[in-house]
């Protein structure tokens, strides 16, 4: 009987390591890091918005890069990050 629940310890252990480094947890942490902080999200919107006045696109490449280095994200994290602060806090961000 101990062996068993040893066992069942050690998978649901095991499942939550693998959960930890799956990349859509991953994201979902970091959204919900701008969801619970929305003056986080506010100067994302800034920033996008500033680089839509110098005619850079939100979803260009070099848009991406800038809000990857500023939040020490990847690029794909980035974009990931961008596109939900747009459709939540800045729909105006083009």
């Not at 310890?9 to 701008?34: H, I």
């Not at 999200?41 to 839509?52: P, T």
């Not at 991406?64 to 961008?82: F, G, R």
Request: charged letters at 15%; aromatic letters at 4%; hydrophobic letters at 40%.
């Amino acid at each position: 009987m101990q062996l068993k629940s040893l066992a069942r310890g050690w998978a649901f252990l095991a499942a939550l390591s693998l959960g930890a480094t799956n990349p859509a947890w991953a994201q979902s942490q970091l959204l919900e890091k701008v969801k619970q902080n929305p003056a986080e999200a506010k100067q994302i919107c800034s920033e996008l918005r500033q680089l839509n006045s110098s005619g850079i696109s939100s979803t260009s490449p070099q848009a991406i890069k800038v809000i990857a280095k500023q939040n020490n994200l990847s690029p794909m994290d980035a974009e990931v990050l961008s596109t939900y602060v747009i459709g939540l806090h800045c729909p105006d961000v083009r």
